[in-house]
T-cell receptor
Framework: DAKTTQPPSMDCAEGRAANLPCNHSTISGNEYVYWYRQIHSQGPQYIIHGLKNNETNEMASLIITEDRKSSTLILPHATLRDTAVYYC???????????????FGQGTILTVHP | DTAVSQTPKYLVTQMGNDKSIKCEQNLGHDTMYWYKQDSKKFLKIMFSYNNKELIINETVPNRFSPKSPDKAHLNLHINSLELGDSAVYFC?????????FGPGTRLTVL
């Protein structure tokens, strides 16, 4: 799985959009970009994933650059409950030899303040 | 309904003891995992099972033995516990896409 690089920490004001960047310059063509978050003392929670196109769900939006070397997770209206560590992971198809294992980096600690 | 559950939530034990952590998923997934999160908060894959068959073993010591009695369960047995085994252990399951994680078991070895 390709290495990903994220800023160690970010701040965001409540109600504003949180934009979390991720670099994955060595990502291969069949690797997806996954985002998970871990709220203090809880298990990681899936947020969103994408391959080439931008994706949106009820939690967030994922913007992937055309060359796929970087992406941005957008939380459109951050709340205090969004304070967590956010992990960007490049992962091959679950049907491959990796069988979908997730390789977590250090992630970005997002702090949403009032 | 809890999708992925683990028991116990907390486990405190002495060095040298043998202990087990249980995991159950009610999502009908074929693949289950064990991850370890150490004191520095690094989350690392330990094992993966697909349809009760071991698929991934990430150079975990032989003292750790996962057992999958059926697709819905993946238990982790640890022999001769060491201080360095203290961590939070997360179970997860998936079908093809996203993984669903359990709440974690905090193991403390004294």
């Amino acid at each position: 799985d390709a290495k990903t690089t994220q800023p160690p920490s970010m701040d965001c004001a409540e109600g504003r959009a949180a934009n979390l960047p991720c670099n994955h310059s060595t990502i291969s063509g069949n690797e997806y970009v996954y985002w998970y978050r871990q709220i203090h003392s809880q298990g990681p929670q899936y947020i969103i994933h994408g391959l080439k196109n931008n994706e949106t769900n009820e939690m967030a939006s994922l913007i992937i650059t055309e060359d796929r070397k970087s992406s941005t997770l957008i939380l459109p209206h951050a709340t205090l409950r969004d304070t967590a560590v956010y992990y960007c992971i490049a992962r091959g198809n679950a049907g491959g030899t990796s069988y979908g294992k997730l390789t977590f980096g250090q992630g970005t600690i997002l702090t949403v303040h009032p | 309904d809890t999708a992925v559950s683990q028991t116990p939530k907390y486990l405190v034990t002495q060095m040298g003891n043998d202990k087990s952590i249980k995991c159950e998923q009610n999502l009908g997934h074929d693949t289950m995992y064990w991850y370890k999160q150490d004191s520095k908060k690094f989350l690392k894959i330990m094992f993966s099972y697909n349809n009760k068959e071991l698929i991934i073993n990430e150079t975990v010591p032989n003292r750790f033995s996962p057992k999958s009695p059926d697709k819905a369960h993946l238990n982790l047995h640890i022999n001769s516990l060491e201080l360095g085994d203290s961590a939070v252990y997360f179970c997860a399951s998936s079908q093809m896409g996203e993984q669903f994680f359990g709440p974690g078991t905090r193991l403390t070895v004294l």
